[in-house]
């Protein structure tokens, strides 16, 4: 099963869609809030099923602020994560995720990517964003979640114009990509 994590598009068109085509066929979507008006849009290009959130740039959005899904054999909590700190800390959002039973926690807001494994008990995972990215380098990016046959879990960062990060992250490992 493939998951598109993306977050923070901010009515940009052009990010997403060169996304969805890029990454297709993929089974769910994923979006961490901030669409600003695009859900419908991306849910009808996307093609399957998709979990919206709102952020606080969606200020007339009819979707909520946080959700779960279940995908795959794993509980995904989502949110926008403006609510939960995360541009401090995110140790409030995982206690979130595991107080709901989740393995996964997906958040945007800061539009850093990341994806932090340190807790046994939750992955936490922000796609960064494909509007206007803050890390370094300030590439547009996203997230591919695999899960295989057995239920593993493996991230893939991915920037919109260079392609995978040089480390692919599963549950398990590291694997650094020559």
């Known amino acids: 099963m493939r998951i598109l994590v993306v977050s923070d ?28 008006g695009l859900e419908h849009e991306i849910e009808r290009e996307a093609g399957c099923p998709c979990l919206f959130v709102r952020g606080n740039c969606d200020y ?14 794993h509980r995904i909590f989502v949110t926008h994560g403006h609510l939960y700190g995360v ?16 393995d996964i926690a997906v958040c945007g807001h800061t539009h850093r990517p990341m994806i932090d494994q340190a807790d046994p008990e939750v ?18 990016s996203f997230i591919m979640i695999d899960i295989d046959r057995y239920g593993g879990k493996h ?24």
């Open 9 to 36: 598009t901010h009515g940009k068109r052009a990010e997403i869609r060169e996304v969805l085509r890029k990454t297709k066929p993929f089974d769910y979507l994923v979006h961490a809030g901030d669409a600003e």
């Open 60 to 73: 007339f959005s009819e979707y909520p602020k946080e959700d779960v899904a279940e995908i795959g054999g």
């Open 87 to 102: 541009s401090m800390d995110t140790a409030f959002l995982a206690d979130e995720a595991k107080s709901r039973d989740c």
């Open 123 to 140: 992955d936490i995972l922000n796609p960064g964003s494909l509007a206007f990215p803050r890390q370094e380098g300030r590439e547009p």
């Open 155 to 178: 991230y893939t960062l991915n920037y919109l114009k260079r392609g995978p990060k040089k480390a692919r992250f599963s549950t398990n490992s590291l694997t650094w990509f020559p």
